[in-house]
C-alpha cells in the first residue's frame, strides 16, 4: 500500500492558514496564478526599513499542497528579505524535482514530501514563494 497524498501534516498546516487581513500599510501587492491547476495567491507585505518582510496579508484558493505551502510562507517570511526567499524557492523546487535530496532553508517544508512523485502538485506548492517574490518585486 502507498503512502497517502495527503498526510495529517500537511492538513493541519493548510488548516493553519489565516485569514486575510488589514495591515498598516501595503508596500506591495501580487497576484498570481497557476495556469496548469488554476489555484491562486494574492499577497500583501509590509516591509521594515530595511526592505525585509515585516508582515503579510494573503489570500489563497488552492489545493491542500497550495495552502500548506502558504502556511509556511506565512508563518516564516517575517525577516527576509527578497534574495532570501528567491534562494528558499530555487532550492525547494530542485528538491521537488528531486535533483538534490536536502530542501533548502525555509522551514517545514519537509512536510511536503509527499508531492516530489507529483509534479502536477509542484506548481501549487511554489505559488505562494512566486507570490510573495511578485509582492516584494512591487514594494
Known amino acids: 500500500?502507498?503512502?497517502?497524498?495527503?498526510?495529517?501534516?500537511?492538513?493541519?498546516?493548510a488548516a493553519s492558514l489565516s485569514d486575510p487581513h488589514p495591515l498598516d500599510?501595503?508596500?506591495?501587492?501580487?497576484?498570481?496564478?497557476?495556469?496548469?491547476?488554476g489555484s491562486r495567491v494574492r499577497i500583501a507585505v509590509q516591509?521594515?526599513?530595511h526592505r525585509r518582510v515585516e508582515r503579510l496579508?494573503?489570500?489563497?484558493?488552492?489545493?491542500a499542497f497550495g495552502q500548506a505551502s502558504?502556511?509556511?510562507?506565512?508563518?516564516?517570511?517575517?525577516?527576509?528579505?527578497?534574495?532570501?526567499?528567491?534562494?528558499a524557492m530555487v532550492d525547494l523546487s530542485r528538491w521537488?524535482?528531486?535533483e538534490h535530496d536536502h530542501h533548502g532553508s525555509w522551514?517545514?517544508?519537509a512536510v511536503l514530501a509527499p508531492a516530489r512523485s507529483r509534479q502536477?502538485?509542484?506548481?501549487?506548492?511554489?505559488?505562494?514563494f512566486r507570490a510573495l517574490l511578485a509582492a516584494l518585486d512591487a514594494a
Not at 500599510?25 to 491547476?37: L, M, Y
Not at 496579508?57 to 489545493?63: D, P
Open 1 to 13: 500500500m502507498s503512502d497517502p497524498l495527503y498526510t495529517t501534516q500537511i492538513l493541519r498546516l
Open 25 to 37: 500599510r501595503e508596500d506591495g501587492i501580487a497576484e498570481v496564478r497557476s495556469p496548469t491547476c
Open 47 to 49: 516591509l521594515d526599513e
Open 57 to 63: 496579508s494573503m489570500e489563497v484558493q488552492a489545493c
Open 70 to 87: 502558504a502556511a509556511l510562507v506565512e508563518q516564516h517570511c517575517r525577516g527576509r528579505t527578497h534574495g532570501q526567499v528567491a534562494a
Open 96 to 98: 521537488l524535482a528531486n
Open 107 to 109: 522551514p517545514g517544508v
Open 120 to 128: 502536477a502538485r509542484h506548481g501549487a506548492i511554489l505559488l505562494p
